[in-house]
């Protein structure tokens, strides 16, 4: 799950954190700035860490302090990062992260199932939405996860790839 919060926020929420919550596999979260996508040093959040990218205005550089994500894995922090580039090239389009399926069965609501990435392939031409799951590390594909993808396929008519990512 990729998270919006400010510094003061993840600093707080490091100090609170003993274990991760809900990560069987041991991944180690990643704080990165929104804007220029640099990681933060020991992976602590400094509210006056300054963006790599300069203002155009004004010499000095503006703090990120409004402008962190919080990754679940260095894996997605990884092909995030990867996935800005590309779209800073111009090969795909409308990156979004974590973006939520419902799943619907007989007209109920009986769960959800939210995708790490979702982009559009630009280049050679416009292609369908690609939509992304990464596993890195030792990370294995649950049953309950390996069904949820197979209910959201199966609605929505998608197909989610996986991304397998040696993180390090």
Known sequence: MIQRMTAEAARVALANATKPKGNKFRAERQYRCERCGE??????????????RPLIWAQERKPC?????????????KHW?????????GEIADVQCQVPFDIIINGLNVGKYVADFDYVIKKPKWGPRVIEDVKGGNATDTPLSKFKRKCVEAQYGIKIEIVRMGCG
């Not at 990062?81 to 090239?89: D, N, Q, S, T, V």
């Open 65 to 77: 302090r409004n402008f962190i994500i919080k990754f679940d894995s260095k894996a997605e922090a």
């Open 39 to 52: 990681p933060f040093v020991k992976n602590q959040p400094d509210p006056e860490y300054s963006c790599g």
């Open 81 to 89: 990062a990867e996935l800005r580039l590309r779209e800073k090239i």
